[in-house]
């Protein structure tokens, strides 16, 4: 059972970037499908960016081009670098892992594990 914990977040202006990370143990990452989520209090969980065991990755259109999802199998780690920050992007961020490969740079199973998350703040 691997368990994940974020850390990265911050404060940071709009236009600025901050990189998370999603350090994984209790198991290797290497064959499993890995993703970000947000949410925003009162709101629904928002997808992000996902990517699988292979190094395929997927983008939802709101960060598609800003954000870039990135897994560093030696180190069993997860990173999320986040360019070009909106306000619209403060959230509470949080890694998720499906043990099963997945595909075309999406997982296709339910994302079980979770770590506790970042907050991510973006000011105007």
């Known amino acids: 059972q691997v368990q994940l914990v974020e850390s990265g977040g911050g404060s940071v202006q709009a236009g600025g970037s901050l990189r998370l990370s999603c350090a994984a143990s209790g198991d290797s990452i290497l064959n499993y499908c890995m993703g970000w989520f947000r949410q925003t209090p009162g709101q629904e969980r928002e997808r992000v960016a996902f990517?699988?065991?292979?190094?395929?990755?997927s983008y939802e259109a709101p960060v598609k081009g800003r954000f870039i999802i990135s897994k560093d199998n030696a180190k069993n780690t997860l990173y999320l670098q986040m360019n070009s920050l909106k306000p619209d992007d403060t959230a509470l961020y949080y890694c998720?892992?499906?043990?099963?490969?997945?595909?075309?740079?999406?997982?296709?199973?339910?994302?079980?594990?979770r770590g506790q998350g970042t907050q991510v703040t973006v000011s105007s």
């Open positions: 990517i699988d065991s292979r190094g395929q990755t």
């Open positions: 998720a892992a499906d043990p099963n490969a997945g595909s075309g740079g999406y997982c296709y199973h339910p994302m079980d594990y």
